[in-house]
């Protein structure tokens, strides 16, 4: 099995149907069924970016303590 079939089984074909059954469900129209769907894997995804989200702003809070670190340590090279 090559990788786009593993491609289209796990992630395209769900993916499809998924829009297609949304469109007969709530909306004629396709457009309007993207713009639900991204609403609703926005939705799914909303805890991890915001963790993700944290994980920056604490690294970038950390980043001054890291860099005097550094520089008081450059010449030790282990």
Same mark, same amino acid.
């Given at each position: 099995?090559?990788?786009?079939? +593993? /491609?289209?089984?796990?992630?395209? %074909?769900p993916v499809i149907?998924?829009?297609? /059954? #949304?469109?007969?469900?709530l909306f004629s129209?396709?457009?309007? $069924?993207?713009?639900a769907f991204t609403?609703? +894997? %926005?939705?799914?995804?909303?805890?991890?970016?915001?963790?993700?989200?944290?994980? $920056?702003?604490?690294?970038?809070?950390? &980043?001054?303590?890291?860099?005097? #670190? &550094? &520089?008081?340590?450059?010449?030790?090279? %282990?």
């Amino acid at each position: 099995m090559d990788f786009g079939a +593993i /491609w289209d089984l796990i992630i395209l %074909r769900p993916v499809i149907n998924s829009l297609i /059954w #949304l469109c007969s469900v709530l909306f004629s129209n396709f457009g309007l $069924t993207i713009i639900a769907f991204t609403i609703i +894997i %926005r939705g799914l995804m909303y805890k991890l970016t915001a963790k993700q989200l944290r994980a $920056t702003k604490g690294m970038q809070e950390l &980043q001054p303590k890291m860099s005097e #670190l &550094q &520089q008081k340590y450059a010449k030790d090279k %282990r």
